[in-house]
């Protein structure tokens, strides 16, 4: 790189920059090293380059300028300094820098500054010397002289002590002001640039002394001749990268008894000479892939005391000088075969207490320890049982059995596998929880399970919580029996080899389309006997291997929303029992493959949305969580389809008539109902039987008039109820008998006629005292504005007769609505009907019968009576007869040319064109083929048959006028789970996790290779890839053009 002349290095995280690190860069003019986190800076660092012209050290760490940090960058003209943390600038740091133009020293920590430091700078035209900590005594006057000289340098440089001087500008003092009190010595002004002695250790013939100070990480900086770090009983948490890596005399370092959890791959990088590591008495879990690599001096090695769950089988690879090894008191498992194959002079390893599953994958550790007789703390057996606490290197090989083998064989790439659930068993990769009364998945399956039985349990709703992703070798699963109610979204994702999945036997009510997303590999899938009413258009298009497929004994209902799934039964020619209708009753037990289109009908009133999904929310309403919010959207009823799992709903301040039961009993975990502000009249019986968590209801601001003796029943759970400001006058005796739980009731504004009819309410708000005093009488007269909690019981007397208008608020029948002597029959929801005397009819027998009963007239026509039992039919325009039975003829005068057909409609006709004509009366031949009249779509080119055209479509589209696009994922060879994307002629395979190729048949080669150990498994890179080069133990981030930054391609370049 001799040749190069700008080199960008900022804004990473550098901390420390070598001695001889640009010895080479000769042709260098400008340097930028801003933004990271250098405190220190090797001595004629910058010296090689004769033609540095800038140089940016700015937001750095740095604390001094030594005598020889710039030595030898004599045509340098821009250097920034500013926002460090220096204190000290050598007298001599910036002699010889006659060409300097800019300098930027703000916002450090100078308390002074070495007399005439400056002197030699003639060109000098920015100084920047702000916001620093000058002390302005004797030692600083010679600073004010000169800004003087140059007022356009420095502005705004104030002092920050002695008190009575702080804030003013150092170029407006005198030199009277500048003084000195007693003996102070005049500073030396040499900085020392070798680093100090970090605080608060000690530091004496290359030791650095840390023990017990607290610290709660490795020092940043040591002296650069440090030999030994005693770092022991501390609280150091974490090893970050390269942290000893300039100090390459180091010896021997001990972190012993801190808490360290995390160790970065290149910590110990660079430390050759490293004879000792001692880091016993932390958390350390896991030991990263390349940790120790490069210590070739290492003789003692100590990690007992730990956590550590595995050893990789290359840890190793390059202590060859290694004579100790302690791995004493931690949770190893298991180790691979070769593990210490490396240790070519080690004497001593101590194995003890670690929990050892001795099976056939540990026979190699016994043979080696008989070979080798070096282990000295009585390793011992953990599991299995019949050889729990016998010593590993005392057992035959025959003692070794592979019950266990599935678990260990991947100890190498420290991929311990999970024990075999607490109740299941276990027979190779068989893992069977049948029959275990079991509430929910275990969550500790082993990753090797090829069978999972989980028959004849009671799990309810499957959740989508990442469970069977884990399971990459499951290829069968079996869930029938076990009281399962629905299946989130996603919940197989990552269950790719998955191709037997049995559900069969639940209470599953409907297939949404993501329940089976990820199964691409499923061949088999059993949902025979469920409670399925309907399936969700797309809930198989994920299962491309699907050919056998069970859904006998669900009660499909066949309407409108069910159509689809005849036509698709029909084109797959899948194996098993072919599912029937149930409901409704014309259809059923038909097989829904032969029922034709037609048959698919939505009666008045169903649901418009089918199969509502786990994602489903009520249109005009949001759905947060489980609370679901339908405020101020001008309701007319309560949605239908609420999620089952809402706690929280909001109807408050809209246009509900009626609360229908059914819209709310599916709401078991429903704690608060708002129906404010709405024109509910009545709350009739058994409306929240089901809600039985319920704590809050909210009716208040309504038309409610009338509430039935057992409206709330069941809501034993209810604390607090609202029914302010209504119409109610009368509340049945009993009506709050349920509510045991009941601690606010608030009835204010309602007009109560308070006779001995009311008077169990009056006893009941005065026993608790859940009414806080503002119901009140509104009638009798001598009852009007009395409390209802303060009234004596006595007051509620019955006298004369209660008024019909009060008493038809739940009653319709007294307001009489039954004319000519028919007898009114109370209904509920306030409805009555009328059993009419002879003679009459209608919905209040209103009509008497005559001639025009029943209606005689046909299409609309309106009956009117005529003399001597006589009616006469007035018709609607278009039709014609003595009942209007005759649609008048329009054709017979149409003016349909070029042999058009005419059809007939309602005081009007229409002309049906022969091919190649067009208009009202088909008068105009049609221009195929021309910019007026081309309907061949994306691309496809017209080709005009006289009487009609042709459109040749381009690769990819298909239909008569080339609008359909191919689904060129019919056929596509998607791998690995992907997920095919169709596009015009070709499509695009969605690779699922980190797998790459065409067709997502290229695993991730951080999978590959270095298992959940890569340093790519965390990796930051933005705006590129992770990287690890070959024999490297770090990552480096491949940017995408446009970006650079070493460690996340964060930086834009701007061109």
């Known amino acids: 790189m001799t040749n190069l002349r700008i080199l960008q290095l900022m804004e990473n995280e550098i901390h420390t920059i070598e001695r001889g690190a640009f010895q080479d860069l000769l042709a260098l003019e400008r340097l930028r090293i801003n933004n990271n986190r250098l405190r220190h800076l090797p001595d004629g660092l910058f010296g090689n380059m004769p033609n540095l012209l800038r140089l940016d050290l700015s937001h750095n760490q740095l604390e001094i300028v030594g005598r020889k940090t710039l030595r030898g960058v004599t045509t340098l003209k821009n250097l920034q300094l500013d926002n460090n943390q220096i204190t000290c600038i050598d007298e001599l740091a910036l002699r010889g820098l006659s060409n300097l133009e800019i300098l930027t020293l703000n916002n450090n920590n100078l308390t002074s500054l070495a007399k005439d430091i400056f002197e030699d700078m003639y060109w000098l035209r920015t100084l920047r010397l702000s916001d620093n900590n000058l002390i302005c005594d004797c030692h600083l006057a010679w600073l004010a002289r000169w800004l003087r000289r140059y007022p356009r340098l420095a502005l705004y440089t104030r002092c920050f002590s002695p008190h009575h001087l702080k804030g003013q500008n150092v170029a407006d003092l005198h030199d009277q002001e500048f003084k000195c009190s007693g003996l102070v010595e005049r500073p030396t002004g040499e900085c020392l640039s070798e680093p100090q002695c970090p605080h608060p250790c000690r530091c004496a013939d290359g030791i650095v002394d840390c023990q017990e100070k607290a610290l709660t990480k490795v020092p940043d900086h040591l002296p650069e001749g440090t030999t030994e770090l005693r770092l022991e009983q501390n609280q150091v948490t974490e090893i970050s990268a390269k942290a000893f890596f300039p100090y390459k005399r180091m010896s021997r370092i001990d972190l012993s008894k801190n808490q360290i959890t995390k160790i970065a791959a290149d910590a110990f990088q660079g430390l050759t000479s490293l004879t000792s590591l001692v880091l016993y008495g932390n958390k350390i879990k896991d030991l990263p892939a390349g940790v120790f690599y490069g210590l070739t001096s290492l003789q003692l090695l100590l990690l007992n005391a730990n956590e550590i769950s595995c050893i990789r089988r290359d840890t190793f690879k390059d202590l060859h000088s290694l004579n100790l090894l302690s791995l004493y008191d931690n949770n190893i498992q298991s180790l691979a075969n070769g593990t210490f194959d490396f240790l070519k ?161 639940n209470k599953i009510h409907e297939v949404h389309n993501k329940m089976f997303a990820g199964l691409g590999n499923l061949k088999t899938l059993s949902l025979y006997d469920n409670q399925i009413t309907c399936v969700m258009p797309g809930s198989f298009d994920a299962l491309t291997s699907l050919h056998s497929l069970n859904l006998l004994y669900n009660p499909f209902n066949c309407n409108c929303h069910l159509a689809w799934f005849a036509e698709w039964l029909r084109k797959r020619n899948l194996s098993s029992g072919s599912p029937r209708c149930y409901s409704p009753p014309r259809v059923k ?172 309410l009056a006893d009941w708000v005065k026993r608790d005292y859940v009414e806080p005093g503002t119901a009140r009488c509104a009638e009798p007269h001598n009852m009007r504005d009395k409390l209802l909690l303060t009234t004596p019981a006595s007051a509620f007397v019955c006298k004369g007769h209660i008024s019909y208008e009060i008493l038809s608020k739940c009653n319709a029948c007294y307001s009489f609505p039954c004319a000519n002597s028919g007898t009114c029959e109370a209904l509920p929801q306030r409805k009555y009907v009328c059993r009419c005397a002879p003679g009459f009819h209608g919905q209040s027998c209103q009509h008497m019968i005559d001639a025009c009963f029943g209606n005689p007239c046909r299409n609309g026509g309106t009956c009117k009576v005529m003399e001597e039992g006589r009616f006469s039919c007035h018709c609607p325009p278009g039709y014609t007869g003595d009942r209007c039975e005759t649609d008048i003829n329009d054709c017979l005068n149409n003016k349909c040319e070029n042999n058009a057909t005419c059809v007939d409609l309602i005081q009007s006709y229409e002309c049906h064109c022969q091919p190649g004509f067009m208009g009202e009366y088909c008068e105009t031949k049609i221009p195929f083929c021309t910019l007026e009249y081309n309907p061949c779509q994306n691309g496809a080119h017209c080709v005009n048959i006289i009487t009609d055209y042709k459109c040749e479509c381009l690769p990819g589209y298909s239909g008569e006028n080339c609008s359909v696009n191919v689904d060129d994922c019919v056929n596509n060879i998607c791998q690995n789970g992907a997920t095919c994307i169709d596009g015009v002629n070709d499509y695009v395979c969605k690779c699922p996790g980190d797998l790459t190729g065409k067709y997502c048949e290229i695993a991730p080669m951080v999978a590959m290779l270095y298992p959940q150990t890569s340093p790519c498994q965390h990796h930051d890179c933005k705006n590129g890839i992770c990287f690890q080069p070959m024999g490297s133990n770090d990552y480096v981030c491949k940017c995408a053009p446009g970006y650079s930054g070493k460690v996340q391609c964060s930086l834009h370049i701007l061109i």
Not at 404 to 409: D, K, L, N, Q, S
Not at 631 to 639: A, F
Not at 696 to 709: A, D, G, M, P, V
């Open 589 to 760: 037990d038909v097989q829904i493959y032969e029922l034709p289109h037609h048959e698919f009908k939505c009666t008045t009133g169903e649901s418009e949305q089918g199969c509502l999904g786990d994602n489903y929310c009520p249109p005009k309403c949001t759905c947060t969580g489980t609370v679901v919010r339908c405020s101020r959207v001008r309701l007319k009823e309560i949605p239908r389809g609420i999620p089952a799992e809402t706690s929280e709903l909001y109807l408050d301040v809209n246009e509900i008539p009626v609360i229908h039961g059914n819209r709310l009993s599916h709401l078991k975990s429903l704690t608060r109902l708002d129906l404010s502000n709405n024109q509910i009249q009545v709350l009739s019986n058994f409306t929240f039987a089901n809600l039985s968590k319920l704590s809050t209801l909210i009716i208040s601001y309504n038309k409610l008039q009338c509430i039935e003796r057992d409206a709330l029943a069941g809501l034993t759970s209810l604390r607090i109820i609202s029914l302010h400001g209504n119409d109610i006058s009368m509340v049945p005796e009993g009506a709050f008998a349920d509510l045991q739980s009941i601690t606010h009731l608030a009835v204010g504004a309602n007009p109560f006629y308070c006779d001995c009819s009311l008077k169990w």
């Open 345 to 505: 002079s080690i004497q001593t390893l101590h194995l003890a207490r670690n929990p050892f599953i001795c099976d056939c994958n540990l026979r190699w550790l016994a043979e080696y320890l008989h070979r080798n007789p070096i282990e000295t703390s009585g390793a011992r057996c953990d599991t299995p049982k019949r050889m729990q606490r016998r010593r590993i290197e005392a057992l035959k090989d025959e003692k070794f059995k592979c019950v266990e083998e599935y678990r260990t064989r991947l100890a190498g790439e420290c991929l311990i596998d999970n024990a075999c659930p607490n109740g299941c068993s276990c027979e190779g990769t068989i893992v069977d929880c049948s029959g275990r009364s079991l509430k929910e998945i275990p969550k500790d399956i082993p990753m090797y399970t090829t069978e999972l039985l989980l028959s004849d349990n009671d799990l309810g709703r499957l959740k989508s919580d990442g469970l069977f992703g884990r399971l990459p070798n499951l290829q069968k699963l079996d869930l029938r029996r076990s009281k399962i109610t629905g299946i989130e979204e996603n919940t197989f994702e990552g269950c790719s080899r998955l191709s037997e999945l049995l559900l069969s036997e």
